[in-house]
């Protein structure tokens, strides 16, 4: 037997006709959203970002659209991306290819390629040699996090990506600005708080097919949109009269850059697990807390992201401390167990892996792995390893 994508159920009213907008967002491989926004005014720029983080306030605040370019998922034919790249990497720079060489990434005037691998390093090269009319930044990203040696250098970069997407808009990005975009940026961090903490409570109000179509809308819409969007979700979701299932609580983590396919969430889902935790779309809540709205601004984001950002394999982990804080998250989010779920040949992730797996195995905590890749169309196997996992939870409360 195949077990092929799952079909969701029809969702009416409001709540239907907001995951519907989500949902042709995740599909506009085209970025006619980005297309339609910029239509509005020939001045506007959009600027694509490549996982697993950006500071888009800076984006925002020299009037830009930051982009995120999450790969083809399952629904590009990989037909000249392959020749671009030896056979024993990951999926995700194959479909960026993809996309780029068929004119579907034209709506970008620029592209931001964060220091996360030798992939991404190679894939922003191919981008300069294919793309020599667009502004193409390798995004380095500190591995000091004191202040006046990696902040500084981190403030550097940033303020260089504000000068190049600045020369486009005409839109210079002052002091003020940039607290104003912090501050945009703060309300969306609420609101996405507001959901991701409704999910741990009340998993069954917050599928992780919508959750996730949730963050995706957040790498094509406007930011004010987005968090319209995500608040109006919230409230509607608490009114549903969704009933909990006798499922499990796992936490993922491995999925920080290329993304499982929409139809992997819900088979894990049905293989009775609820998803109370993860790494998908890490970048959009990579720094969670507030940042402040006073002061620096361009010292605040650094702040931010070297002393408040959430641990990833693709971060340089100066104190050690990431298999502590993955065993935290375990208890804080009151998860049963954990899926290591990684891209195939995804360098960090799966370099990562063998010390999470120890500090699992010490703290007493069930987990399973599998590899995925973001065109994955078989799900047999992962249901049933999932399935199983679950089933051995429930019974004895281990694996
Ligand atoms: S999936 Fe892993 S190896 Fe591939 S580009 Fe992303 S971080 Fe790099």
Redesign the pocket.
């Known amino acids: 037997m195949t077990i092929v994508a799952p079909t969701e159920p029809v969702l009416a009213g409001r709540l239907g006709e907001i995951i519907n907008r989500a949902t042709e967002l995740y599909e506009d491989l085209d970025f006619k959203a980005v297309l339609d926004w910029k239509a509005k005014d020939k001045t506007r720029r959009a600027i694509g970002f490549l996982?697993v983080y950006v500071p888009r306030e800076v984006i925002h605040a020299a009037g830009g659209l930051p982009v995120g370019i999450m790969g083809g998922g399952d629904m590009t034919e990989i037909v000249r991306g392959d020749s671009y790249f030896q056979s024993y990497?990951?999926h995700?720079?194959r479909s960026v290819i993809e996309l780029l060489v068929n004119g579907r990434l034209d709506a970008m005037d620029g592209f931001l390629f964060p220091s996360?691998?030798d992939?991404?390093r190679n894939l922003s090269g191919m981008f300069k040699l294919l793309k020599p009319d667009r502004y193409v930044h390798y995004f380095d990203l500190p591995q000091n996090f004191q202040g006046n040696l990696g902040g500084r250098f981190y403030v550097h970069e940033m303020k260089s990506v504000a000068t190049a997407v600045s020369g486009m808009t005409g839109n210079a990005v002052s002091d003020d600005r940039l607290r104003e975009s912090i501050r945009v940026y703060n309300a969306n961090r609420k609101a996405m708080a507001a959901m991701l903490d409704l999910r741990i409570e009340k998993p069954w109000l917050v599928p992780a097919m919508e959750y996730y179509l949730m963050l995706r809308a957040g790498y094509l819409l406007p930011v004010e949109e987005h968090t319209v969007m995500l608040n109006e979700y919230t409230e509607l979701v608490q009114k549903s009269d969704r009933r909990p299932l006798d499922n499990i609580r796992v936490m993922v983590r491995g999925a920080f850059?290329?993304q499982p396919p929409l139809a992997l969430l819900r088979t894990l889902e049905r293989a009775g697990c609820y998803l109370v935790d993860d790494d998908f779309v890490v970048g959009a809540r990579f720094t969670p807390k507030p940042i402040p709205e006073t002061g620096d601004p361009w010292e605040a984001l650094a702040d931010a992201f070297m002393n408040h950002s959430l641990p990833t394999a693709?971060k340089y982990d100066q104190k050690h401390e990431k298999a502590k804080l993955l065993v935290d998250r375990v208890r804080e989010v009151r998860a049963d167990g954990v899926l290591l779920m990684a891209?195939s040949?995804?360098?960090?992730?799966l370099l990562d892996q063998p010390m999470l797996q120890s500090a699992l195995e010490k703290a007493g905590i069930p987990f399973t792995s599998f590899k995925y890749s973001e065109d994955t169309g078989q799900f047999q196997v992962i249901r049933e390893q999932a399935g199983t996992f679950a089933d051995a939870i429930k019974l004895w409360g281990i694996v």
């Not at 040949?345 to 992730?349: G, I, N, Q, S």
């Open positions: 996982p990497i990951c995700l720079p996360i691998c992939v991404i850059c290329e693709s891209p040949f995804c360098d960090p992730a």
